[in-house]
């Protein structure tokens, strides 16, 4: 099954992590996806591994509506750099529109600050043991699980679940073909 669909990855200009961009990404791709990369800034996004990959546009140029679906990165840097007013802006319009959109490891709790996974269940990163309490003030179900779909939105903990979110992302994108 392939799709002509155009699909956003948003990472941070710096700390985003790799491997929940490149497999996920890959993923999309080899089933004929195209992925737009987004981020903070223009130029070269530097991951937490110190490799570069081209920023396709600034947050500020994404038209949610030109999107098939709307995935942010985690790492490091997701917080830094992702967490303000022009994210929340893309991912209401998405949770408007009912796209496919979801997150991985830090990035989901982006998600949740900007009211898209309220009275959802969700998972993400929970290393500093703080997730089930920021859900809690968002009200969002945290579940401790690597992968959790719900309706359009997909959250993920980290790294190793990255394959399982692209391939999540995936069967959401093709079996919400044609909302928006």
Known sequence: ????????????????????????KKILHDAGFKVVTASNKAGAAKDSDGKFTEVDLTLNEVNADEYDG??????????????????????????EKHKPLGAICMATRILAKAGALTRHRATGWNGDNE???????????????????????????????????GQEIMAVLHNNKGWG
């Open 1 to 24: 099954m392939t799709s002509s669909g155009k699909i956003l990855f948003v990472i941070a200009h710096e700390g985003y992590q790799p491997i929940e961009y490149g497999e996920p």
């Open 70 to 95: 709307i995935f942010f990165i985690g790492g490091p840097g997701s917080m830094e750099h992702l967490d303000n007013e022009t994210s929340y802006r893309i991912i209401k319009r998405a949770a």
């Open 131 to 165: 997730l089930e309490k920021i859900y809690a003030e968002y009200d969002v179900k945290y579940v401790p699980e690597p992968v959790v779909v719900e309706e359009n939105i997909i959250t993920a903990v980290g790294p190793t679940a990255a394959k399982t979110f």
